[in-house]
């Protein structure tokens, strides 16, 4: 785990979750003792330039292998895509010592510990915006963000009203695709989730998943033309 995260492992502020995770069930062909039933933290490279950002762990998939979106239906739609534009070194992820790398990309949940029924309360998203910020602080060339589904999205929201960078969240409504950009910091892209749920009813498609991903290399390739338009004129100095 990294250091920038301290206090991660072993928080149980959230009693609710807690209480959930004492007691799952493992299920079959799996014991208590191959889950986390605690945090999940982050995962890729804090270097990177894009950060994704689920709702929670999922309580059989990333609660189990502590890897985020690993072992689960979202990732198993999801790994393949990132894997094929260059974000994923591999198409699979089943367990957090695969050897999957990620390129460029930070992925990490809203909410780091499995909730009943994969819905974190308000209290709960609260409670873990502190950890979502400490992530994202410690990455010096964050460009974009994706943020999958409207529990995270709005909670992003929420954490950036509270460092007073948007005043109001109604700006920023929710819809796949859309892109903003608040006073400082990195561009947001809001995503429909990759659940199991979502893929199976067709609201979420490879095809919808790709295109999104395009959208932000090509925001990457804007924000670094961007940069090298104010560097010049500095260099010239
Ligand atoms: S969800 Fe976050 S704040 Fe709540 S117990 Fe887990 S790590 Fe702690």
């Known amino acids: 785990m990294d250091i920038r995260l301290t206090g991660l492992a072993g928080c149980r502020v959230c009693t609710r979750l807690c209480a959930y995770l004492d007691k799952l069930q493992a ?33 059989h998939g990333a609660n189990r292998t502590g890897r985020p979106f690993t072992g689960d239906g979202a990732g198993d739609f999801m790994y393949p895509l990132l894997y094929q534009v260059g974000f994923a070194s591999q198409p699979e992820a089943i367990a957090a010592d695969d050897g999957l790398q990620l390129n460029d ?31 994202f602080d410690s990455m010096p060339q964050l460009k974009v963000i994706i943020l999958l589904g409207q529990g995270a999205f709005t909670s992003y929201l929420r954490m950036l009203k509270a460092d007073r960078v948007i005043d109001r969240l109604t700006d920023f409504p929710f819809a796949h695709g859309a892109v903003y950009r608040p006073r400082c910091g990195p561009v947001l892209v809001a995503s429909y989730h990759t659940s199991r749920y979502n893929v199976q009813t067709g609201r979420m498609t490879a095809p919808l998943f790709l295109a999104l991903l395009a959208q932000v290399r090509k925001l990457l390739d804007e924000e670094s033309g961007a940069e090298k338009t104010v560097e010049k004129p500095l260099s010239l100095n």
């Open 105 to 135: 990309l930070y992925i990490t949940n809203a909410v780091k510990c499995a909730p009943p029924e994969n819905k974190p309360d308000a209290t709960e998203f609260a409670a873990c915006r502190s950890f979502l910020k400490a992530e």
């Open 27 to 59: 299920k079959r062909g799996w014991s208590r003792s191959d889950y986390v039933n605690g945090p999940v933290p982050g995962f890729g490279d804090f270097r990177a330039r894009v950060g994704l950002v689920g709702l929670a762990p999922g309580a």
